[in-house]
């Protein structure tokens, strides 16, 4: 039997606004608990809301990044529901009357596709608090710093059809909002969260019925929780069962997602238009001026890669997946001028490093001037390939810049071809069988031998010889031996 | 349209409020009497007729995007039935 998987995404994305959306609160991250959460958060009796200029700004900014139509009359609405860290009993939100309408975002899959994803539109609307459920003498201690926080939830149309393409989708959102400076991106503290609507239904056949598993803040958590979905709601129908329209919330510490409510105990969240706010408008020109501010996107960012850079185009996709590590590379390139070498080591070494220590690129200890002055080093010849590893390594560790971490550790590459020279002779006078039998091997054969000399010599120079240098001045030397 | 028992006791729930028989019988009542205003509104024909948000056709004015409010907790909760560590405490979510 052949299953079809359809993925729809809203992914909720925190704008990065100095204030809260209707309060003049801060939003900075990591405040000690209720010390950002102001009279308007806490929904004090008699205060009103004032929409935030900058957070409308950034949400018609994301319209026109993704081509959208934009609401130039847009309204916000109450979602009542009920929840401690929800102090107002309604979400303040948008429902008829959305900020950002229709838009568009490709993406680019492994086997060299590009699929469109439609965006159904996107709304502004306030974050809630958190709820901490350790035991306060059997209570839930409520802290409010994040309630009203200006979020965007970009809703797409049920486009994909695997995980790998709504992992896609997601990183390419993430990139997006990242490179227009509307979001930070910082997935671990919650910048970005992702909502899965999954379903499958047999080839040929219509939609089935749709789960929904709410609050993936990661990209990894999100393409498992996917894949669980599918297993489950295939191995369900396989078993002559029925998959039941619910919300379903994954945890992230056993990897496993649990029905949280079902459509019969569905919320009815009794929308209305918020009598507390007017409708909010916005015209054209303010439209053509937030597009004209548009920096580059990541698309266009990868096609200049390519065109400018002479990077492959999938080297000009990996370092463009996230915008960070696009300006890293173009900071080190431009500065060492040689952008191949750059790359190699900003998605090489670099990459793997950041990798196995679980570090963002924003905050990696070796900065873009330090790895350039590095990659000047091998170009001008001072060091190898090898000791630039053991370089890095150490900048890693703080001990400094290039010269000087080259210098303390006598790491100098010799490149004097009379040193050089001198220990090509000795090592070939001291090895009168290989180099017989170098003489007497098939030329076919010969380039492989060379690797005992090398091998030699390098031991001779402890590792300091400039390799391509000697490789030149061992073969001239053997072949006139010939 | 008009409601009855039922949707009384469902919008208790969804309200967290406790409706007692007596009052349950009294409000609906009174909602009604309310629902029978707005069928008569509803009878208007509005076609063609953009609803407005106030009489006055005002939009929303929008703030800078300024921090203009300071740590006020200690005032905040002094009136809280219940706080520890900065918290706020209420009775334990059970989702």
Redesign the interface.
């Known amino acids: 039997m052949t299953w079809e998987t359809v993925i729809g995404l809203e992914v909720h994305t925190q704008l990065a606004?100095?204030?809260k959306i209707f309060?003049?609160?801060?939003t900075a991250f990591g405040a000690?608990?209720?010390?950002?959460?102001?009279?308007i958060d806490?929904a004090?009796p008699g205060t009103l809301p004032?929409?935030?200029?900058?957070?409308?700004r950034m949400a018609v900014m994301f319209g026109v990044a993704i081509d959208a139509e934009i609401g130039l009359i847009s309204?916000f609405e109450r979602k009542?529901y009920?929840?401690?860290d929800l102090p107002k009993g309604y979400q303040t939100t948008q429902l008829e009357k959305p900020i950002v309408l229709e838009g568009k975002v490709d993406i680019q899959l492994d086997d060299g596709r590009t699929k469109t994803v439609r965006i159904h539109h996107a709304h502004l609307e306030e974050d809630a608090g958190k709820?901490?459920?350790e035991?306060?003498?059997?209570?839930?201690?409520?802290?409010?710093n994040r309630a009203g926080t200006p979020l965007i939830e970009i809703v797409s149309e049920p486009d994909m059809n695997s995980p790998e393409e709504a992992v896609a989708f997601a990183k390419k959102l993430h990139a997006l909002v990242v490179s227009i400076g509307i979001c930070d991106g910082e997935m671990a503290q919650g910048s970005m969260r992702f909502d899965v609507n999954v379903s499958v239904n047999k080839k040929g056949e219509g939609l089935g019925t749709r789960t929904e598993t709410k609050n993936l803040n990661s990209f990894r958590f999100m393409e498992r929780a996917i894949v669980q979905e599918v297993e489950r709601q295939i191995d369900l129908l396989e078993d002559g069962g029925e998959v039941v329209q619910e919300t379903r919330?994954y945890d992230g510490d056993t990897h496993t997602a649990r029905s949280?409510r079902s459509k019969e105990e569905a919320?009815?969240y009794?929308y209305f238009?918020c009598p507390d706010?007017?409708?909010?408008?916005i015209d054209q020109a303010y439209v053509d001026a937030v597009r004209a501010s548009l920096p580059e996107l990541p698309e266009a960012r990868r096609t200049r890669f390519v065109d400018e850079y002479g990077l492959s185009d999938y080297d000009a996709g990996v370092l463009c997946d996230e915008p960070a590590t696009a300006s890293y590379f173009e900071a080190v390139a431009g500065q060492c001028g040689d952008a191949k070498l750059a790359a190699n080591w900003v998605m090489g070494e670099l990459a793997a490093r950041l990798n196995s220590e679980e570090q963002l690129i924003q905050y990696c200890p070796v900065s873009a001037e330090q790895l350039a002055a590095l990659i000047s080093r091998i170009i001008d010849k001072t060091i190898s390939n090898k000791m630039a590893r053991e370089v890095f390594a150490a900048m890693w560790d703080g001990e400094g810049d290039p010269d000087s971490i080259i210098e303390a550790r006598g790491l100098k590459q010799v490149s004097d071809s009379g040193a050089i020279e001198g220990m090509v002779d000795e090592v070939i006078a001291n090895s009168a069988k290989q180099v017989e039998n170098y003489c007497q091997a098939d030329a076919s054969k010969r380039p492989k031998m060379l690797g005992y000399f090398v091998g030699q010599i390098m031991k001779a120079s402890k590792g300091q010889a400039n390799p391509q240098q000697v490789n030149e001045v061992l073969l001239q030397k053997l072949n006139a031996l010939l | 349209m008009s409601i009855d028992r039922a949707d009384i006791e469902?919008l208790g729930e969804?309200?967290?409020i406790h409706i007692s028989d007596e009052n349950a019988q009294e409000s609906a009542k009174s909602i009604n009497e309310v629902l029978a205003l707005v069928d008569q509104l509803q009878a208007v024909d509005t076609t063609n007729i953009e609803p407005l948000?106030?009489p006055l056709g005002?939009?929303?004015?929008?703030?800078?995007?300024?921090?203009?409010?300071s740590?006020?907790?200690d005032a905040?909760?002094a009136i809280a039935p219940?706080t520890?560590?900065?918290?706020?405490?209420?009775?334990?979510?059970i989702?």
């Open positions: 606004t100095k204030t309060s003049g609160a801060s000690e608990a209720n010390t950002q959460a102001c009279a806490l004090m004032v929409l935030n200029a900058e957070a409308v309204a009542n009920f929840y401690p709820s901490l459920h035991d306060f003498h059997g209570m839930s201690g409520i802290d409010l919330l949280m919320n009815d009794r238009p706010l007017l409708p909010v408008e | 469902k969804l309200a967290r948000a106030n005002a939009r929303q004015r929008l703030r800078l995007d300024e921090v203009s409010e740590n006020r907790r905040f909760q219940a520890e560590e900065g918290l706020y405490l209420v009775p334990k979510v989702e």
